[in-house]
């Protein structure tokens, strides 16, 4: 090699303010931990997490999948006979913008309503109409950790079998097509009808 400057490149100055660490990611679990050990000691013996909606997942992907939602619809707690107030009081989680759009949906949600109501200690605020009986079953209550109604197991698939002759016939795609064609024109097809009895009914009449 000819006479050249030997390389010196400046890559390590001042590394830590250009890289993002997470160097206090161990340090950071155990004070989430304590936190939540702490809060839960606080609240005891309420349970440690609201009450939450069974909810199906969006899109057609995930669609068969039951989670745990945001909160529960006006339309749940007005059918567990519940006001929205007085739910966020009693642990129960409260979303104003979900609507629902099964009848399957509302039952499912309501049924955990009156399953947390039926489990649910509310001691008066005045301490002298509390009863003996009120305070004990006070006292004795053990703190749920995690969901207090949880969620029903789904049904199990069903076991492998042979595909039928008439199942190979069928068209999925196509009878998913139909019916979305259905749907979508279903108002003008109405309309269509309705002219067209009209239009009969003034032909008879001249």
């Known amino acids: 090699m000819q006479n050249k400057q ?3 490149v400046h890559l390590r100055k001042e590394w ?16 989430r931990r304590r936190a939540r050990v702490a809060k839960a000691a606080k609240i005891a013996p309420r349970p440690t997490e609201l009450l939450r909606p069974a909810v199906r997942c969006p899109t057609l992907k995930y669609n068969r999948k039951v989670r745990v939602g945001r909160g529960f619809t006006l ?11 007085y739910a966020a009081t009693v642990g ?4 104003y913008r979900r609507r629902n759009r099964s009848e399957e949906s509302l039952s499912l949600n309501v049924q955990r309503l009156k399953a947390y109501l039926a489990k649910l200690i509310v001691l008066p605020r ?5 009863t003996a009986e009120e ?19 789904e049904a199990a698939p069903e076991a492998p079998r042979a595909v039928a002759a008439e199942e190979k016939k069928t068209k ?10 259905d749907y979508k024109s279903h108002g003008v097809a109405q309309k269509r009808k ?8 003034n032909s008879v009449k001249k």
Not at 16 to 31: A, E, H, I, M, S
Not at 92 to 95: F, L, M, S, Y
Not at 172 to 181: D, E, K, M
């Open 6 to 8: 030997l390389p010196n």
């Open 16 to 31: 830590d303010l250009r890289v993002r660490t997470w160097f206090n990611q161990p340090g950071r679990k155990l004070r």
């Open 75 to 85: 339309e749940e707690l007005k059918a567990a006979g519940i006001s929205a107030k």
């Open 92 to 95: 129960i989680a409260v979303d």
């Open 126 to 130: 005045n301490a002298k109409k509390r």
């Open 135 to 153: 305070i004990e079953a006070y006292k004795n209550a053990a703190q749920v950790q995690g969901q207090v109604v949880p969620l029903a197991a």
């Open 172 to 181: 999925a795609f196509v009878t998913l097509r139909q019916v979305r064609g």
């Open 194 to 201: 309705a002219e067209l009895k009209e239009k009969k009914a």
